[in-house]
């Protein structure tokens, strides 16, 4: 199974990292976003606990796809 954090490099990892920071994601809950990259605000809220509370999910999106560019595209399972 692949994943779309094969495909990041490291310069791509720091700068959602970094992302993730800004919004105060936890540890766990920004590994999964490098992992999943997720492309919608359903699966930010599936991610981050109390999304809603913590972040505007729709502009994290934006912020995060920036961030991730082409490994935001699905891969086949």
Do not use: W, Y
Request: charged fraction near 30%; glycine fraction near 2%.
């Amino acid at each position: 199974m692949t994943t779309p954090a094969e495909k990041l490099t490291d310069k791509t990892a720091a700068i959602t990292k970094n992302v993730c920071k800004r919004h105060k994601l936890t540890k766990a809950e920004t590994l999964q976003v490098l992992n999943i990259a997720p492309s919608s605000e359903v699966e930010i809220h599936l991610i981050v606990e109390e999304a809603e509370e913590r972040l505007d999910p729709v502009a994290f999106l934006e912020e995060l796809k920036a961030a991730l560019g082409s490994a935001t595209k699905r891969v086949d399972v």
